[in-house]
Structures are given as C-alpha cells and as structure tokens.
C-alpha cells in the first residue's frame, strides 16, 4: 500500500521560503506522477503543481508560477516544492498526491479525482 508522508510546513513572513517534502514508500515511486495540492479555510482543495516521473513534465497553477517549484529524486523516493516569495494567500494545507501515470501527465492533473495516494497534509501559514 503507497503512503505519502509530507513535512516542511510551517510559519513564515511573507516574503520568505519553505521547502516541502513527500516521502513515498510501499511501491515503485517512479511509476508514478506527484502533485501538490493545497487547501485554505473555508476552500476546495485546489491544485498547485504536478512532475511527470522522470521529471521531464511540469505544470504550475498560474498562482504560483514562478515562485514556486517543484522537483523529485527517484533514488530517494521523494517528492520536493520550494516555495519562494510566499503570500499570505499561500495560507493553507497543503497535500502530496501521486497518480500512477508512466507517460507524461495525465490530462486532467488538476483534478484531485485524478489521484491515487494523497498524503495526511502538512500546514503552511505564511504572515503578513
């Protein structure tokens, strides 16, 4: 069974960074696309980023483009999002997903029904 286990959240001035980490275990990690979502009070879940599983595939959220990045490291079985120059409208919790996808994207990567895994959520709050 696939687990994803995120940390890095925390508190940070806006203006700051936060590197976040997946942790993938209990399957092959490199058959598999990683997203992150996040989700603020009172919101849907919504989609922020996903990486294709050589990493050769990115797509951002037009909020975050540009500030944020996303990578991974297959022989760590990690999933990876820098967020750089943080808003407070970065507030929210945040998810790891992984959908099995061998193959580019998938075409619908900014459903959440998309996903396989999700992770338990890690919080970012970011002050102003």
């Known amino acids: 069974q696939v687990q994803l286990v995120e940390s890095g959240g925390g508190l940070v001035q806006a203006g700051g960074s936060l590197r976040l980490s997946c942790a993938f275990s209990?399957?092959?990690?490199?058959?598999?696309?990683m997203g992150w979502f996040r989700q603020a009070p009172g919101k849907e879940r919504e989609f922020v980023t996903i990486?294709?599983?050589?990493?050769?595939?990115?797509y951002y959220a037009d909020s975050v483009k540009g500030r944020f990045t996303i990578s991974r490291d297959n022989a760590q079985n990690t999933a990876y999002l820098q967020m750089d120059s943080l808003k407070p409208e970065d507030t929210a919790v945040y998810y790891c997903?992984?959908?099995?996808?061998?193959?580019?994207?998938?075409?619908?990567?900014?459903?959440?029904?998309?996903?396989?895994?999700w992770g338990q959520g890690t919080q970012v709050t970011v002050s102003s």
């Open positions: 209990g399957g092959t990690f490199s058959s598999y696309a």
């Open positions: 990486i294709s599983w050589s990493g050769g595939s990115i």
């Open positions: 997903a992984a959908v099995h996808w061998e193959l580019g994207l998938p075409r619908r990567h900014s459903d959440s029904h998309e996903y396989d895994y």
